[in-house]
């Protein structure tokens, strides 16, 4: 019937016969083609026009614009439904939901209610506070966990560490002597929180390579000599 392929030891008396492939015929909108089996007559009936879904791209998105088809005319302004994965700022957490791109351009305030249903009916679950945060920024917000993750990753970066899972890195944990020091001598704790981070930097660069001849067991830092009276604001070991 579609001209795609010819049968043999076909009946003679069977007159319309489909060779089971996609049809392929332009539609009358010279953009879409027919996507129905190889079938007798006309593709759209007289009368009716073309339902496919428009292939534009979005003027909001990278995505089709997916309305039916409307040759000559302008794309409606719709939000996008196609599924994406969301990321925060610094990549670390992510969550799947729908683009949802034009729904700001439609309504001031979105009900948030009609998108959750839509993302349930697909089988997505999202947080409200995430659904909201996407829709104001297009993407997620840093948790205290992404914080902490990027500070592990710093240390073990800082300590040579390899193969070692970021959420592995204990939280540090402070005692109440350096708090109150940090209260009291703040300059001197935070130069030697800075000089042990440089005796860290310094071994590591130290024990690089494979020179085994210039590796080293321990590196140091001498302090300046402190001047007089200056003893009794140095933060002493109990």
Known sequence: MGGHAVRFNIPCHVM????GE???????????????????????PEGNICEMPCSTKRMTCPHNCNSKCHIGKSCPQTVCFEKVKVYCECKRRSIK???????TELEDNPDLSRYISKLRASGLSVAQQDLIDYLKNSKLQCV????????NQNL??????TNVPIDAI?????????????????????????????LVAK???????????NRVNFVHFDFKPMKKGEEENC???R
Request: proline share 4%; charged share 30%.
């Open 170 to 198: 204990l939280a540090p944990s402070y005692s109440e002597y350096l708090k109150q020091e940090v209260k009291s001598n703040k300059d001197f704790v935070i130069e030697l929180e800075e000089k042990f981070a440089e």
């Open 22 to 44: 996609t049809c392929k015929k332009p539609l009358p909108c010279s953009v879409h083609s027919c996507e129905r089996w190889c079938h007798a007559g006309d593709c759209v």
């Open 97 to 103: 939901l729908m683009c949802f791109q034009g729904a």
């Open 16 to 19: 319309d016969v489909s060779c």
């Open 235 to 237: 933060p002493r070991t």
């Open 203 to 213: 071994f590591k660069r130290r024990n690089e390579g494979t020179d085994m001849l």
């Open 156 to 161: 073990a970066e800082g300590l040579g560490l």
């Open 144 to 151: 205290e966990q992404c914080r902490v993750e990027e500070r």
